[in-house]
């Protein structure tokens, strides 16, 4: 995005990995080379969206009218009018792992129910009906030049569904309720909800696997990293300048390359404090730091982002003030070595059907509470994600992978959102269990340039009308404060 504050990679990372990111990029490695599976003979008019030399691919199958037929009543002129119903049957589609529905105006909203069932490819059973959540209520702000692009589009929440390779979809709207009693006794026709224009079905496969459990064994940071070393680095794995650059970004914790960035002790990320942000910090700062030791956390390499999906550049706001806490609404049917896989479909997702630049959240949390990487541009820095609409400047987005309407959350989640919030925050002087203001960038409950004040760490419901996180995960909120707090030393 051109109207983007762009990141200065020589200034993050310093001369030496600037050299590396300037050496002419080998060809692609085998592994990146492997030609993304193509929609299978027939399977027109889906339009495959992947690059040929890139991991995973899109499939998007545009949607079609499905006939109804009004129920009947004595007076066939009051009949209540069928609802519009759109959908598609598909069993010759390529693999995929996640479903998800867009349409192409991003401020429209579809009133109405969209229902996906799937064929599973090892047993050849088709799934349960499942519902998605028709508001996906995440995103960048109005009038920032990641919303105003172009390319994004409306969508529903995406859903992991596992690998399958047959797909049936229904989106049905609502009809409004009738309006009360008319002049000659009757209710009024109940009208039905619009749908948006330009529904498609979006078909996600993630790419290969990765393993979390081999990104443990990351050497841990040992000192800088040098131009040779860089040099090394990119000619034995044939790097992208994208994925060095996204690596480059958290080189002040690890070394380029690193799948993880490993725990430390508090008295260790006091120190790294110093190091990273010592001329910004008060005295009292300096007497006293409250910061919780910093949290391992899996790199994007090491869930296996594909680099190349994304926009260049990295977009920062001044400070984090704020964390706000959100769910996936991706289904908690996954299992945590099969998370890599779930981060890469909304990733893909969150790009390519719905037109970001990066993943939308800071971080994502799985349900035995691993903590990822998300959006590019340094886990310690203040980077802008696509989180919660109206709030994404001075904030950072945490999502737990799954839905917690009716679920509880597992004390691992709640134990890694406070790990990492105590640190975060910690590295900005913020407190856990206090308030905090933030201005409106515009949404469904403040108007634009409204300082509202809210708790330091906020569920996606206190800055915007949605359900997100879930009641489940929201009520939990007090004791992931108290817990961050206690982290800090406080």
């Known amino acids: 995005m051109r109207g983007f504050l762009a990141s200065s990679i020589a200034s993050s990372i310093g001369v030496a990995c600037a050299a590396a990111l300037a050496l002419p990029l080998p060809p692609p490695a085998a592994a990146v080379a492997a030609t993304a599976r193509q929609a299978p003979e027939g399977a027109r008019p889906a339009q495959v969206i992947a690059g040929s030399q890139l991991p995973g691919s899109t499939q998007s199958l545009p949607l079609a009218p499905i006939a109804t037929v009004a129920p009947l009543t004595r007076n066939r002129a009051l009949a209540p009018v069928s609802a519009p119903e759109m959908g598609l049957t598909r069993e010759d589609v390529a693999h995929f792992s996640m479903v998800g529905v867009i349409w192409d105006d991003p401020a429209a909203e579809l009133h109405g129910q969209v229902q996906v069932r799937t064929r599973a490819t090892d047993k050849g059973a088709w799934s349960r009906w499942q519902n998605l959540q028709t508001h996906n209520d995440d995103g960048a702000d109005p009038g920032s030049a990641e919303r105003t692009s172009g390319r994004v589009r409306g969508s529903t929440a995406p859903l992991w569904v596992g690998d399958s390779d047959g797909v049936e979809v229904r989106v049905r709207a609502e009809g409004d309720r009738p309006s009360g009693e008319t002049a000659r006794g009757t209710r009024a026709v109940p009208a039905a909800s619009a749908l948006p224009s330009g529904l498609r079905l979006e078909l996600v496969d993630p790419g290969g696997e990765t393993s979390t459990r081999g990104a443990a064994l990351a050497v841990p940071y040992s000192g800088p990293t040098d131009a040779a070393q860089a040099a090394s680095l990119k000619t034995e794995n044939a790097e992208s300048e994208e994925s060095l650059a996204a690596s480059a970004a958290n080189a002040d914790l690890v070394p380029l390359g690193a799948t993880v960035i490993p725990a430390l002790s508090r008295t260790a990320t006091v120190r790294e404090l110093m190091a990273l942000r010592g001329s910004k910090l008060t005295a009292s700062q300096h007497k006293k730091p409250y910061i919780g030791p910093r949290p391992r956390i899996i790199t994007r390499r090491g869930w296996g982002a594909n680099e190349r999906l994304r926009e ?128 409106s960038g515009g949404g469904n409950l403040y108007r634009k340039g409204k300082n509202v004040r809210l708790n330091v760490i906020s569920g996606h419901r206190d800055g915007y009308a949605t359900d997100c996180p879930g009641k489940q995960l929201y009520r939990k909120l007090g004791t992931a404060r108290s817990t961050a707090a206690r982290y800090q030393g406080r």
């Open 312 to 439: 260049k550049g990295f977009v920062y706001t001044k400070k984090v003030k704020a964390a706000f806490v959100h769910h996936t609404a991706t289904g908690n049917g996954y299992r945590c070595s099969q998370a890599a896989s779930v981060i890469r479909g909304i990733y893909r997702y969150h790009v390519k059907s719905m037109g970001w630049r990066d993943i939308g959240y800071n971080f994502l949390v799985d349900k035995c509470g691993n903590i990822y990487e998300g959006r590019a541009g340094g886990v310690a820095k203040a980077v802008k994600g696509a989180h919660t609409l109206g709030f994404n400047n001075n904030s950072m987005g945490i999502a737990v992978l799954g839905g917690f309407g009716s679920h509880k959350p597992p004390a691992a989640v709640l134990k890694a959102i406070a790990r990492l919030t105590a640190w975060k925050l910690g590295l900005y002087g913020a407190n856990p269990r206090g308030k905090t203001y933030l201005k």
